[in-house]
Nanobody
Framework: QLQASGGGLVQAGDSLSLACAAS????????MGWFRQAPGKEREFVAA????????YYGNSVKGRFTISRGNAKNTVCLQMNSLKPEDTAVYYC??????????????????WGQGTQVTVSS
């Protein structure tokens, strides 16, 4: 029900945009988030956008470089990634949780997950 796309191989300093398309149900009342997981590491919170006001939240490592946005139909969410660094290399997952969770950064509160898309940043 969540399909992530847009990953690829880029060089340090480049930009990349990820998209997550939701289907099968209406996600207008769902907050959406992006997480990433590098080999041997835990899943890390990247960004989230609230279901109602569209408030955005970011992990410390991506603040000022990444921007999360939502489509008008609220069934798509994008992650614009600028000034990419090698440490941004990971599989990126989109996720959805109904309404506003207690903690946007906690992966355990999300109900739906996409399959992940690989982002590789070379130095």
């Amino acid at each position: 029900q969540l399909q992530a796309s847009g990953g690829g191989l880029v060089q340090a300093g480049d930009s990349l945009s990820l998209a997550c398309a939701a289907s099968g149900r209406t996600f207008s009342s769902y907050s959406m988030g992006w997480f990433r997981q590098a080999p041997g590491k835990e899943r890390e919170f990247v960004a989230a956008i609230s279901w109602s006001a569209g408030n955005a939240y970011y992990g410390n490592s991506v603040k000022g470089r990444f921007t999360i946005s939502r489509g008008n139909a609220k069934n798509t969410v994008c992650l614009q990634m600028n000034s990419l660094k090698p440490e941004d290399t990971a599989v990126y997952y989109c996720a959805a949780v109904e309404y506003g969770p207690t903690s946007y950064g906690d992966p355990r509160v999300y109900d739906y997950w996409g399959q992940g898309t690989q982002v590789t940043v070379s130095s």
